[in-house]
C-alpha cells in the first residue's frame, strides 16, 4: 500500500487563487513565414473588392436600366464638341436624366460609350432608361425634319426657302442652275449645310431625269434630257391638275411638232422677271410681244432654258404626253381647263369663260378697281394678258395659242395657251 503524499494544509486566500495556466502553444514556423501573411491579407482584400464589385455592379444596373424621369417623349439638342459633363448638364437640365448627373457620367464610362457620343437633335421617348438615353446618342439617330420644295418654284426662289429655314446652317455659294433641282419632300437633321441640300436635291434630279428619259416616247419632239425638262417646267406652270399634266404637254408637242409658237404666258413672265418667278401684276398687251429669248410669243420653238424646276409628275407627262390632236386649251371656270383641236371650238370654249366671268362680275357686290381695257375681256383671276388681235380678214390656219391664266380673260379673236 502506497503512501499518499501528505497534504500541506492551504490558506483560504491561496486556495481561491488559480492554479498557474500553462502558456499557449507556439504558432509554427510555417505560419509565421511573411509570404503566407501577405497571401492571407490579398485574398482578404480580393474578397472585399469581388463583394463591392457586384454589390455595386447590381446597384449600377439597376440604375442604368431603371425607368428614367421623363414624362412624354422630348427633344434635346446635344450641341456640338460638348464633353460628357457638358452633354450631363443638357439632360439633366431639359428633365431626361434626374438630378443625379454623375450616374449618368458613370453609366457612359461603364458602357464604354465616351468616345462615341454624337452631337446632333435626339428625341427621348417618355421614361427613358440611362441605358436607353445614352443608346440613342451613341447610335447618333438624330431627328429628320421634313422639308418640302413645292414644284414650279425656280432656283433663286428656292434658294430663297432654304435660306429663311432656320434648321440649315452655311449659305449657298452658287446660285444652281434653272431646272437641275428636284422639288420633293426631304429630311434633315438640324445643322445640315444648304451646300449639302442643294447637291442633294440636284442629285435626285439626275436620277429622277435618267429613269424617266430611258422611258420617254421616243416620237416626241425633244432631242436631249435637258430640253425635256424646259418642256416640262411649261407644263408645270401651266397647270397645277394632276390629270392634265400629260394633256397640257400634248397640247406643246403637238404645237412643236407643227411648228406652232408654244405661245404660253409663263414664258413671258420669266423672260421679264427672270429667277424672282413670279410678276406681281397682270402682263401688259405690249410685254406679249416684246423681245425676249424664253417669250414663246416671239421665239419658235422652246425657250433656251427651264423657266423653273419641274416635279417628277410634270417630267413624266413631257416624256410621255396624251395621245391627242389637242392645240389650245382655256380655263374652264371651275379650276381646270378646255381643250380643243380647232380654232373654232376654241372660240367656243373662250366665249364660255367670258360668259362665266360676266356672270361672276355681275353678282360681284364691289365694282372692280381697274376695268379692263376695252380690247381685253377679264378670263381668269390671276392674271391678264391679250395677245395682240389677228387679222380680221382671214382666220389663222395655224392658231396662236390662247393667253390667258394670269388674270385677263383670252381676247375675242386670239387664241393662246391658258397659263396655270
Do not use: C
Not at 165 to 193: C, Q
Not at 366 to 376: L, V
Request: proline share 11%.
Amino acid at each position: 500500500m502506497s503512501e499518499r503524499p501528505p497534504i500541506s494544509p492551504r490558506s483560504p486566500r491561496a486556495a481561491l487563487e488559480p492554479e498557474q495556466v500553462p502558456p499557449p502553444p507556439k504558432r509554427s514556423e510555417r505560419a509565421r513565414n511573411p509570404f503566407i501573411v501577405v497571401g492571407n491579407a490579398i485574398i482578404t482584400f480580393i474578397l472585399f473588392v469581388m463583394i463591392a464589385v457586384g454589390g455595386t455592379y447590381i446597384y449600377g444596373k439597376q440604375k442604368i436600366e431603371a425607368p428614367g424621369p421623363l414624362q412624354e417623349d422630348k427633344v434635346v439638342n446635344i450641341p456640338a464638341r460638348a464633353g460628357v459633363t457638358d452633354i450631363a448638364d443638357v439632360l439633366q437640365r431639359e428633365g431626361v436624366i434626374d438630378n443625379n448627373r454623375w450616374a449618368f457620367i458613370g453609366s457612359v464610362f461603364a458602357l464604354k460609350a465616351r468616345s462615341e457620343l454624337k452631337p446632333g437633335e435626339y428625341q427621348f421617348q417618355k421614361n427613358a432608361s440611362l441605358r436607353d438615353v445614352i443608346g440613342t446618342i451613341v447610335e447618333g439617330k438624330v431627328v429628320q425634319h421634313s422639308v418640302t420644295i413645292p414644284e414650279g418654284l425656280t432656283s433663286e426662289q428656292i434658294v430663297a426657302r432654304l435660306s429663311d429655314n432656320d434648321i440649315f446652317s452655311g449659305s449657298v455659294r452658287e446660285l444652281p442652275r434653272e431646272g437641275t433641282l428636284l422639288p420633293e419632300t426631304y429630311k434633315f437633321p438640324r445643322g445640315t449645310p444648304r451646300d449639302q441640300v442643294i447637291a442633294r436635291m440636284q442629285q435626285a434630279q439626275k436620277r429622277v431625269l435618267a429613269e424617266i428619259w430611258e422611258r420617254r416616247n421616243p416620237d416626241i419632239p425633244v432631242k436631249t434630257p435637258e430640253q425635256l425638262v424646259t418642256l416640262a417646267s411649261i407644263v408645270e406652270k401651266e397647270t397645277g391638275k394632276a390629270d392634265e399634266r400629260s394633256r397640257v404637254a400634248s397640247v406643246f408637242v403637238n404645237r412643236l411638232r407643227q411648228k406652232i409658237k408654244l405661245q404660253s404666258d409663263p414664258t413671258i413672265i420669266y423672260g421679264l422677271v427672270g429667277g424672282k418667278g413670279t410678276l406681281g401684276r397682270p402682263i401688259k398687251r405690249s410685254e406679249i410681244q416684246q423681245p425676249s429669248p424664253y417669250n414663246t410669243y416671239v421665239v419658235d420653238g422652246l425657250p433656251p432654258g427651264p423657266i423653273a424646276n419641274p416635279g417628277r409628275a410634270s417630267l413624266e407627262a413631257a416624256a410621255n404626253p396624251a395621245r391627242t390632236r389637242d392645240l389650245f386649251f382655256v380655263a374652264d371656270g371651275t379650276g381646270g381647263h378646255a381643250f380643243s383641236d380647232t380654232y373654232d371650238v376654241h372660240q367656243k370654249n373662250v366665249a364660255k369663260l367670258r360668259a362665266m366671268e360676266k356672270q361672276i362680275q355681275n353678282d360681284t357686290v364691289e365694282p372692280a378697281d381697274d376695268p379692263p381695257p376695252p380690247a381685253a375681256a377679264n378670263a381668269s383671276a390671276d392674271a391678264p394678258a391679250a395677245p395682240p388681235k389677228p387679222a380680221p380678214a382671214k382666220k389663222p390656219a395655224r392658231p396662236a395659242p390662247l393667253l390667258p391664266r394670269q388674270g385677263t380673260a383670252p381676247p375675242a379673236a386670239s387664241a393662246p395657251v391658258d397659263q396655270q
